[in-house]
């Protein structure tokens, strides 16, 4: 099994891989906004939260079609299917991948383009905190959502329309985690619902994900 | 260590291809399928390796037991060829990727990238993958597309030692590897009757 996730980072490093590629998404759309919506301090304070939790939620967006479409076209995962690892083990691992390689440094790049976007102070402790704890979602819903997608032709976009309305609870309380702790506000509720997302999405999906996937290799 | 088919009927794409066959296949012993294109042989395989469920009948195989090769051989193409060997030795069980290398001759070709690679190169990698698996019953589409003639003789000679070792082999192809432990099967006689016009079938295939 962590032989696949090794794979699976190696092959994301080297040349064409896509690594870095949510990450400059992420970095563009963060010096852009400010450009766009003007200089104004109180209006880009405002806009923060909202913006960065946007941003990390679509620079994920952009880099799954890859999870399966790789491997699909190379016949890996028909191989992958008989092989004997479960394929529920598959898809988390793959999940777990794609966090790594994109969600993990959009995490780590946050706090640096909340500077750019004048994020309250002490809000960067809880945009870190919403980001680790909301990207998993992203990305295993983003599984699941490849896994359906998988072997069609120029999928990316049903993929993107499939996998947005899941999205949304996600973005909602992760937003709002965020601009509550800007204002000094209470965050256990959003907090606690942000990570009920992340739980129930981990412990579910990936076998959504490998029935999906069983039916579509067929 | 056996192969039992029990009345299989096999679709594609909801298309009914193969009804009625049944066979077994005991260790040590190779079946050749043979048949015209789109007769079902890969559908078959496919079936066989449990990547889809038959329409009718049942498979019965020794649970963890198949090494499936499909026309695509899932490599890498960033990866070296050790590398992608080694992930699959990985994935079943760790066994040591020299031997499968020596076998199809690829030791010199271990540090390159498997994007660098011949089609036949490829290949050759691909059936160096089920080596390392350690499986006892290889069910293999096509296997010496693109493959020279020296190295199809590899080919044979691996199989002829994977049969000897009591495993069992069943492959789609249309050249002679020369086995005499094979069995050559014909699939034209299995061929599906397509259903009437009328029934339940024809209104479930509209949405297929």
Redesign the interface.
């Given at each position: 099994m962590?032989?696949?996730l090794t794979?699976d980072l190696?092959?994301a490093l080297?040349?064409?891989?896509g690594f870095g590629l949510g990450l400059a998404f992420y970095l563009i759309l963060a010096v852009l906004v400010p450009l766009g919506v003007g200089p104004e301090p109180t209006v880009l304070a405002a806009i923060a939260p909202g913006v960065l939790w946007v941003g990390a939620l679509l620079a994920c967006l952009l880099s799954l079609d890859r999870i399966f479409a790789l491997?699909w076209?190379?016949?890996?995962l028909?191989?992958?299917?008989?092989?004997?690892?479960p394929l529920e083990g598959v898809v988390t691992l793959k999940a777990l991948a794609h966090w790594i390689t994109t969600a993990l440094p959009l995490v780590l790049a946050a706090p640096v383009l909340g500077v750019l976007l004048n994020l309250p102070a002490p809000a960067y402790g809880w945009l870190v905190l919403s980001l680790l704890l909301g990207t998993p979602a992203l990305s295993v819903i983003g599984t699941f959502g490849a896994a359906l997608t998988v072997g069609l032709k120029r999928g990316g976009l049903l993929l993107s329309l499939l996998v947005l309305p899941l999205y949304i609870p996600t973005l909602v309380y992760g937003a709002e985690l965020v601009s509550r702790g800007a204002l000094g506000l209470p965050v256990s509720t959003p907090l606690a619902l942000l990570a009920g997302i992340t739980a129930g999405s981990v412990a579910l999906l990936p076998f959504a994900s490998a029935a999906v996937l069983r039916i579509n290799?067929? | 260590m056996e192969l039992r088919l029990t009345d299989i009927a096999c679709a594609r794409g909801g298309v009914p291809l193969i009804a009625g066959l049944s066979l077994t296949l005991r260790a040590g012993h190779a079946l050749v399928l043979r048949g015209p294109n789109g007769c079902g042989k890969t559908t078959l395989l496919r079936t066989i390796a449990g990547l889809q469920p038959p329409l009718a009948g049942t498979v019965d195989l020794p649970p963890d037991a198949v090494a499936y090769a499909a026309h695509a051989d899932g490599l890498k193409a960033t990866l070296s060829v050790a590398e992608n060997l080694r992930f699959w030795a990985a994935i079943y069980g760790g066994g040591d990727i020299a031997p499968a290398l020596a076998r199809m001759n690829l030791t010199d070709l271990a540090e390159r990238a498997a994007q660098n690679l011949s089609a036949g190169q490829k290949r050759r990698l691909g059936l160096a993958r089920l080596l390392v698996t350690a499986r006892p019953v290889w069910v293999l589409d096509e296997p010496t597309v693109s493959l020279d003639a020296a190295s199809v003789a590899l080919f044979a000679d691996a199989v002829r030692a994977h049969l000897a070792g009591g495993g069992l082999a069943v492959m789609a192809t249309h050249i002679d590897l020369g086995l005499d432990e094979a069995r050559t099967l014909d699939l034209t006689p299995y061929k599906a009757q397509r259903a009437g016009a009328g029934g339940a079938d024809s209104f479930d295939e509209a949405f297929l």
């Open positions: 962590i032989a696949l794979r190696r092959l080297r040349a064409g891989g491997d076209e190379d016949g890996s028909d191989l992958l299917a008989t092989a004997p690892i290799l067929r | -």
